[in-house]
């Protein structure tokens, strides 16, 4: 099974700064399963990436993605309020399984 | 639009079964481009994946439930319904219904979460 790890746990920003999130896998990963979501307390998760570097229906394009193999990186460029959130990427592998990273939490600085 | 949403108990007793159902409205279960599927999230924890289904009833669980899920599809009531046996406190979480891109497996649409706690 491929592990997922996210980092860093925590990031703190002010709103304007860019974030970069990283998520490394334990096992070379098909760009074209790694995904990421965006979860704001109480709700659900929110698609933003996929395929690696894909944005979804209506994602604002301050959202980027980008890597392959076993290092992936979602960038923001310039964090609005709203974006103050966890982010997880997403795998999905052989057997099938899908795994999700731990988490990376941006909050406001 | 696409819209899921979770129905079941909020609350199952230690060694019993919890069962759960997403209805999906506004699209067909049986569409060739989607599986559908089950995700949970523990108190303040990460997501993790339970299962999926495609609407032939053709199956994909994780390994470490996979002994204890059941997940099952009604066509007929564009439904599809999850099924965890002997459940422990472990088992508490907002459980998620959403629906995976075939192709890919990520999971573009979900519902908006029940709550089920494990305590007597």
């Known amino acids: 099974e491929i592990v997922l790890t996210q980092s860093p746990g925590t990031l703190s920003l002010s709103p304007g700064e860019r974030a970069t999130l990283s998520c490394r896998a334990s096992?070379?990963?098909?760009?074209?399963?790694l995904a990421w979501y965006q979860q704001k307390p109480g709700q659900a998760p929110r698609l933003l990436i996929y395929?690696?570097?894909s944005r979804a229906t209506g994602i604002p394009d301050r959202f980027s993605g980008s890597g392959s193999g076993t290092d992936f990186t979602l960038t923001i460029s310039r964090l609005e309020p709203e974006d103050f959130a966890v982010y997880y990427c997403q795998q999905y592998g052989s057997s099938p399984v899908l795994t999700f990273g731990g988490g990376t939490k941006v909050e406001i600085k | 639009q696409l819209q899921l949403q979770e129905s079941g108990p909020g609350l199952v007793k230690p060694s019993e079964t919890l069962s759960l159902t997403c209805t999906v409205s506004?699209?067909?279960?049986?569409?060739?481009?989607?599986?559908w599927g089950w995700i949970r999230q523990p108190p303040g924890k990460g997501l993790e994946w339970i299962g999926s289904i495609y609407y032939s009833g053709s199956t994909y669980y994780n390994p470490s439930l996979k002994s204890r899920v059941t997940i099952s599809v009604d066509t007929s009531k564009n439904q599809f319904s999850l099924k965890l046996s002997s459940v422990t406190a472990a088992d508490t979480a907002v459980y998620y219904c959403?629906?995976?891109?075939?192709?890919?497996?990520?999971?573009?649409?979900w519902g908006k979460g029940t709550t089920v706690t494990v305590s007597s």
């Open positions: 959403a629906r995976l891109l075939r192709v890919r497996f990520y999971m573009d649409v």
């Open positions: 395929g690696a570097s």
């Open positions: 096992q070379s990963v098909s760009s074209s399963y």
């Open positions: 506004g699209g067909s279960i049986s569409s060739s481009s989607y599986y």
